[in-house]
C-alpha cells in the first residue's frame, strides 16, 4: 500500500451567510510543488488557504493532506503553518517571544534556524513588532514559518509589501526549503510576476471554482501569442484548425491567442502565407488575464 | 508504548503552553493583585488601625480587656463587612476576565492565527479557561493569606479560625466559578467584543431583573406563586453578584458571638451556583467546538440566540418604560410606553446585528410576534385572565391556614411567619377577614397602578395581609395582598385574634422556645429593632448575656447600664420568656391598641446545633401584666433623645389622615422656602407657621421636663396600625443637633395628654 502524498481536495463547498465562496472545489497539489493559486478579488483563495489550514470547516467535501483530514488534527497541524495576510502577533511582543511561543507549539521549532534567517534579513529580534514597517513585519513572520520547519506553507499575498530584493530572498528561501526539507509552499498572490518565477504549479480560481490546475510549464507551453499579417485582412473564421482564445484585428495585422503546441500553431498559421508571422510566449499575466476574459472578467468590460 | 509517549509529549506540551499563556497574561495577575491587595490587605489593616487607635484606649482599664475588646470588634468585623469587598471583587474580577480569556473569538486577525496552530479547540479552551481561572484565584488566595497575617501581626491570631475562613474561601471561589462561567459562556455566543460584554450583563442579571419588572407588573404574583423563597428571592441566586449580595446580607445579620463564624450558604443557593458552573462550562465548552471561525464579528455567533435576547431585552426595557410611564402619567401612557419601547428596543437590535443603521425597520414581524406576546403577558396579569388574584378556598378546602397581618401585630418579629392553624374556625375566621378585601379589590395589584391605587394614598392607614393555605390536596398556596386599608379589616382581625387557637399558632415559636436555650436577652423600652443603634439616642439597655446556661454578665460600657445581679441574671431571662408565653395565650386585641411598653429582643441556641442561633422580639403591651411585673423591677431608664423643647398644639381635622398631611404640607412649604429656615427654625416661626390651623396649648423647655412629658404620654411608642390616635393633638419636638434644629412631630393617644394641656 502506498502512503498518499500531498493535499486532495475533492468537493470542496463553503457558504458565508448568503454568499457562496466556495462550490465544489476539486484539486490536487503534489508534494514538494510550489503551488501558485491565483484568481481574481473575491474568488476564494483566502478562503482556499484558510480551510487548508484547518481555520474553517468545510460545509462540504474534504481535505486530505497526506491522506489525512486536517480539520482539528492536531498532529497534521504541526506539519503545516499558514501565513494570514494580515498576520496576528501579541500586542508589545517582539519576534524574539513570538519564537518563544512557536516553540511551544511546534515540535520542529529550530532556534538555529530562527536566528540564521533573522541575521540574514538584519531584522533586530529584540525589537517590537509594532515598531517594524509592514514589510519587516511580513518578514518577519516568514522568518517564524521557516524556522517552524512545515512540511507545507500556506502563504497569503505574502510577497506583497516586500521589496524586489526581499522578495528574491524569500523566493530563494522557498526554494531551499523545497530542495532541502521537501516542503510544500502554496501562495496565494496576485503578483504573478513573483509566482511565475518560483512556482512549478498554478491553480486558477474564479467565483468559488477552480478554472484549472497545471505545472506552470505546460500552462506557458501550450499558449501562445500569434501575430500575423496578411495581403488582406483575415477574420477569425478564417483561421480554421487553432483553438483561439481571443482575436484581435488591427488592420492587416492579427493579434491571436492560440492553445496548442508552438509547432502545430506555427505551421498552421504559416501555411495561410502571412506576410509576417511571429510566435510570443505568454507571461503568466497574459494567460491570466486571457483566461480571465474568457470567462467574461474583461479589463476592457470592466472600464468601458 | 507509542501511546504512552504521545500522552506524557501532549500533557508535557499542554503544560508548557499553559505556563507560556500565563506568562503572557502576566498583567492580569498584576490588576488582580492590586484590587485584592486594597480588598484585603489595605482594608484590614484601615480597620486593625481604627480598632487599635487610640481613641478606643480611653474607654478601657486594662489591656486584657482592651485586647478582647479589640478583637471582639474584629471578629464582628470579618463575620460579614471584612469579606464584602473581597466577595465583590472577586465577582467582578471573574466577570471581566473570563471576558478577556476569550476576547480572541472576537478579533479575526487572532482567531484566524490561534485556530491555524497545532492545538485543537478543546485544548485551546481548557487552556485559556485554566488560565483565566488561575490569574484570579492565585492572587486572592495570596492577599487574603496576607490580610490575616497582618490580623496575627497585631495581636489577634486567636481569632482566626482556619475552617470559617476556609468556608468563606469555598464560597469566594464558587462565586468565582459561576461569573466566570458566565463570562465564558457569552463569549461564545458573541461575535463581537460589544455583545460579548452586552450578553455577559444580560447572563449575569437577566433573571434578577426579569423578574424584579414582572414583580412590578404584578406583585401579587411573582411574590407568592412560589412560597417562599419568593421568586425574586430565588431569582436573585442566578446572578452571582445578586447571590454575593443575599449571603452577605444573611450573615452580616448573624447575632453578635465572640468567636469567628461563617453562617453555611442556603442550599439551594450552593445547588444553583454549582449548576450555573457546571452547565455553563459544559455547553461553552461545546459551543466552542462549534463555533465557526468565520462567525468572528457578527453580533451573535449563533442565529437561534437572536431572537431569544430581543425578546428578552424588549420585555424588560418595555415594562420598564411602561412602569415609568405610568407614575408620571395615566394608564394609557404605559401601552404606549410598551409598544414604542417594544419597537425602539428591537430596532436597536437589529442595528446591533445587522451593524447597520438602515437596518432598524428590518424583521419587523418578529417584532410583531415578540410584542404581541409582551401585551398578551401584561394583560394576563393586569385582567386577572388567570383568576389568580381572585382566588380564595373554602374554608373546608383547607387544611391548615396561616394569615400574618403587618404592623397588627407583626409575627415577623417572633420569628416565623408560617405558623399554621388547622382550627376550623380560625379557617372561618381567615376567609371572613379576606372574603371582603379579595371580591372588593381592596389591595395593590401591582406597581403598575402606581400612585393611582385608591388605598395606597399615604395618609390613610394600610398594611398588608401575608396568608398561607396548606390545601386537602397537599398544594400549599401563598397570597400576599399590599396597602389593605387597616379598617377594612379590622373587626374581622378582633374576631380572629381573640381566638385563642389563633394566638397559639401565631406565637407558636414563642411559646415553644426552652429557656434553657437562651443565650442572651435584651430589653429596651422603645422596641427598636434596628440592631445598629445610634449611640446619641443613648438606649438604655440591660445585657444579661449566658453562655450556654453558666451564668456570666457582662456590663456594656453604657452610663445607663442597669445592673442585673449576677446570680439572677439568667432566672430573670427564663422568668420574662415565661411570663410574656402565659401572656400572650391571654392576650386580646384591644391590647394591641395601646401602647407598647418594652421591646424584648431574646436570642437563643438552636437545639442539636452547634453555633448556631436564633432569634426574635418580644413586643411588651401594657396588658401583659405578668412580663410588665418582672421588667418594671429591672429598673429601666428613659430612652429618648435630649429634646429641649416640646410644643403642644390642639387642631381640628377630621381625621388622623388629614392631620399628618396637615402637618406634612406645612413641613413641605417650609421645605421650599429653604433648607436654613428649616435649621434655624425658631418657636416663635414655629408657632407662626401652623397659627390658620393649630392653637399652641403648652411649652415644655429642659430636656429633664421634656423626657419626663414624654414619658407620661408614651410619645416615641409606636403601637402599630390599630392604634386609637386623638386626632385633635399633636406635639412638635426640638431636638438641637450639631448646631441645628431638628423638629420632629408626633401625634398624641387618646387619653394620655394631661388636662393642662388639653
Redesign the interface.
Known amino acids: 500500500m502506498t502512503e498518499k502524498t500531498g493535499i486532495t481536495v475533492t468537493g470542496l463547498s463553503k457558504q458565508f451567510d448568503k454568499i457562496q465562496a466556495l462550490h465544489q472545489v476539486s484539486t490536487t497539489i503534489q508534494k514538494g510543488s510550489i503551488f501558485g493559486l491565483i484568481g481574481s478579488n473575491g474568488a476564494g483563495k483566502s478562503t482556499f488557504l484558510r480551510l487548508l489550514a484547518g481555520i474553517y470547516r468545510p460545509d462540504e467535501g474534504q481535505i486530505l493532506i497526506d491522506g489525512q483530514p486536517v480539520y482539528e488534527n492536531e498532529v497534521l497541524k504541526q506539519r503545516i503553518f499558514y501565513i494570514s495576510d494580515d498576520q496576528f502577533y501579541f500586542p508589545n511582543s517582539n519576534m524574539e517571544e513570538l519564537a518563544a511561543y512557536f516553540a511551544v507549539i511546534y515540535q520542529k521549532f529550530s532556534y538555529e534556524k530562527f536566528y540564521e534567517l533573522t541575521e540574514l534579513f538584519r531584522l533586530d529580534s529584540k525589537r517590537k513588532l509594532n515598531t517594524f514597517s509592514k514589510g519587516m513585519q511580513k518578514q518577519a513572520h516568514i522568518i517564524l514559518a521557516l524556522s517552524c520547519r512545515p512540511d507545507y506553507l500556506f502563504c497569503d499575498e505574502t510577497f506583497d509589501g516586500l521589496d524586489p530584493v526581499m522578495r528574491q530572498a524569500v523566493k530563494r528561501l522557498l526554494a531551499g526549503a523545497v530542495v532541502e526539507q521537501q516542503m510544500t509552499p502554496i501562495i496565494a498572490s496576485h503578483n504573478l510576476r513573483e509566482l511565475e518565477d518560483i512556482c512549478d504549479h498554478i491553480g486558477l480560481l474564479h467565483q468559488g471554482g477552480v478554472i484549472f490546475e497545471r505545472e506552470l510549464d505546460h500552462l506557458q507551453s501550450n499558449i501562445h501569442k500569434v501575430q500575423c499579417a496578411f495581403a488582406a485582412p483575415k477574420s477569425r473564421e478564417a483561421f480554421t484548425g487553432l483553438d483561439i482564445v481571443t482575436c484581435e484585428q488591427r488592420g492587416s495585422l492579427s493579434v491571436l491567442v492560440v492553445r496548442g503546441s508552438a509547432e502545430e500553431t506555427e505551421a498552421r498559421v504559416k501555411a495561410m502565407e502571412p506576410l509576417y508571422c511571429e510566435l510570443l510566449p505568454l507571461t503568466l499575466e497574459e494567460i491570466f488575464i486571457t483566461e480571465m476574459e474568457v470567462l467574461g472578467y474583461d479589463i476592457q468590460q470592466l472600464i468601458y | 508504548m507509542t501511546s504512552n509517549n504521545s500522552s506524557t509529549?501532549t500533557a508535557r506540551?499542554q503544560g508548557?503552553?499553559l505556563m507560556?499563556s500565563l506568562r503572557?497574561y502576566w498583567w492580569i495577575a498584576v490588576i488582580c493583585s492590586v484590587v485584592y491587595g486594597f480588598a484585603g490587605p489595605v482594608f484590614t489593616m484601615l480597620k486593625l488601625d481604627s480598632v487599635t487607635s487610640v481613641s478606643n484606649v480611653s474607654t478601657f482599664t486594662t489591656e486584657e480587656l482592651l485586647l478582647e475588646t479589640q478583637m471582639n470588634q474584629m471578629v464582628r468585623w470579618f463575620r460579614a463587612e471584612g469579606f464584602i469587598p473581597l466577595y465583590f471583587s472577586a465577582i467582578v474580577l471573574a466577570a471581566v476576565i473570563g471576558c478577556v480569556m476569550f476576547f480572541y473569538l472576537q478579533?479575526?486577525?487572532?482567531?484566524?492565527?490561534y485556530?491555524?496552530?497545532?492545538?485543537?479547540?478543546t485544548?485551546l479552551f481548557m487552556n485559556q479557561y485554566i488560565v483565566g481561572l488561575l490569574l484570579n484565584v492565585v492572587p486572592l488566595l495570596v492577599m487574603m493569606a496576607v490580610s490575616f497575617l497582618l490580623v496575627a501581626a497585631y495581636r489577634m491570631g486567636a481569632i482566626i479560625d482556619i475552617g470559617v475562613i476556609l468556608q468563606h474561601t469555598g464560597y469566594i471561589l464558587l462565586l468565582i466559578l459561576a461569573s466566570y462561567s458566565i463570562a465564558v459562556f457569552s463569549g461564545q455566543l458573541a461575535g463581537t467584543m460589544m455583545t460579548q460584554m452586552a450578553v455577559n450583563t444580560v447572563l449575569h442579571f437577566g433573571v434578577p431583573v426579569a423578574a424584579w419588572v414582572v414583580n412590578m407588573l404584578c406583585n401579587l404574583f411573582f411574590a407568592t406563586y412560589n412560597g417562599q423563597p419568593s421568586l425574586i428571592e430565588a431569582s436573585l441566586k442566578f446572578s452571582p453578584v445578586c447571590a454575593a449580595f443575599q449571603y452577605i446580607d444573611s450573615i452580616s445579620h448573624a447575632t453578635g458571638l465572640p468567636v469567628m463564624t461563617a453562617e453555611p450558604m442556603e442550599g439551594g443557593m450552593l445547588a444553583v451556583l454549582l449548576g450555573m458552573t457546571i452547565g455553563l462550562s459544559a455547553l461553552a465548552w461545546v459551543l466552542y467546538q462549534k463555533r465557526?471561525?468565520?462567525a468572528t464579528g457578527k453580533a451573535l455567533v449563533y442565529p437561534v440566540s437572536e431572537p431569544i435576547l430581543k425578546a428578552y431585552l424588549m420585555f424588560v426595557v418595555a415594562i420598564t418604560a411602561g412602569l415609568i410611564f405610568v407614575a408620571v402619567g395615566n394608564k394609557i401612557f404605559f401601552y404606549f410606553a410598551v409598544v414604542s419601547f417594544a419597537i425602539l428596543t428591537h430596532m436597536t437590535c437589529e442595528v446591533i446585528i445587522q451593524h447597520d443603521f438602515k437596518a432598524m425597520a428590518k424583521r419587523m414581524p418578529q417584532c410583531a410576534v415578540i410584542l404581541v406576546l409582551i401585551l398578551v403577558i401584561v394583560s394576563v396579569f393586569r385582567f386577572d385572565l388567570l383568576g389568580y388574584e381572585s382566588y380564595l378556598p373554602e374554608p373546608e378546602k383547607m387544611q391548615r391556614v396561616s394569615l400574618t397581618v403587618s404592623g397588627a401585630e407583626d409575627i415577623s418579629f417572633y420569628g416565623n411567619e408560617g405558623n399554621y392553624s388547622a382550627d376550623a374556625a380560625v379557617k372561618q375566621g381567615v376567609y371572613d377577614l379576606l372574603y371582603p378585601i379579595v371580591t372588593g379589590q381592596q389591595y395593590r395589584t401591582s406597581d403598575f397602578d402606581g400612585n393611582h391605587s385608591p388605598y395606597d394614598t399615604g395618609y390613610e392607614e394600610t398594611t398588608s395581609i401575608t396568608v398561607r393555605y396548606q390545601m386537602n390536596s397537599g398544594k400549599t398556596v401563598n397570597r400576599i395582598y399590599r396597602a389593605v386599608p387597616a379598617s377594612a379589616i379590622e373587626e374581622a382581625y378582633q374576631n380572629l385574634y381573640n381566638r385563642q387557637a389563633y394566638r397559639e399558632a401565631v406565637y407558636a415559636d414563642v411559646l415553644t422556645a426552652a429557656p434553657e436555650t437562651i443565650y442572651n436577652m435584651t430589653v429596651d423600652d422603645t422596641m427598636i429593632y434596628n440592631q445598629d443603634q445610634d449611640a446619641e439616642r443613648r438606649v438604655v439597655e440591660t445585657v444579661a448575656v449566658a453562655y450556654e446556661g453558666e451564668i456570666a454578665v457582662t456590663t456594656v460600657p453604657m452610663a445607663e447600664t442597669i445592673k442585673v445581679e449576677k446570680e439572677s441574671s439568667y432566672a430573670t431571662m427564663a422568668a420574662i420568656l415565661e411570663a410574656y408565653k402565659l401572656d400572650v395565650k391571654d392576650r386580646r386585641f384591644d391590647s394591641l391598641k395601646k401602647a407598647r411598653q418594652y421591646g424584648v429582643h431574646i436570642q437563643l441556641k438552636r437545639q442539636g446545633l452547634s453555633n448556631s442561633y436564633y432569634y426574635f422580639d418580644m413586643p411588651v403591651y401594657e396588658d401583659d401584666k405578668r412580663t410588665m411585673a418582672i421588667l418594671s423591677q429591672l429598673d429601666i431608664e428613659e430612652n429618648d433623645r435630649n429634646y429641649s423643647d416640646a410644643l403642644i398644639f390642639r387642631c381640628d381635622p377630621s381625621s388622623e389622615a388629614e392631620l399628618r398631611k396637615m402637618l406634612d404640607v406645612a413641613y413641605l412649604n417650609l421645605e421650599a422656602q429653604s433648607q436654613k429656615e428649616i435649621d434655624n427654625l425658631t418657636i416663635e416661626r414655629c408657632v407662626e407657621m401652623l397659627s390658620n390651623q393649630a392653637e399652641l396649648t403648652g411649652q415644655i423647655t429642659g430636656v429633664d421636663n421634656v423626657n419626663q412629658f414624654i414619658q407620661q404620654t408614651e410619645l416615641m411608642n409606636d403601637g402599630g396600625i390599630f392604634v386609637e390616635y386623638d386626632n385633635s393633638h399633636f406635639v412638635l419636638l426640638r431636638y438641637n443637633h450639631t448646631g441645628s434644629n431638628d423638629w420632629n412631630n408626633q401625634l398624641l393617644y387618646k387619653g394620655t395628654l394631661p388636662e393642662q394641656y388639653q
Open positions: 509529549k506540551k508548557t503552553f507560556h503572557s478579533q479575526k486577525k487572532q482567531v484566524n492565527f485556530h491555524s496552530q497545532p492545538i485543537t479547540r485544548r465557526p471561525s468565520e
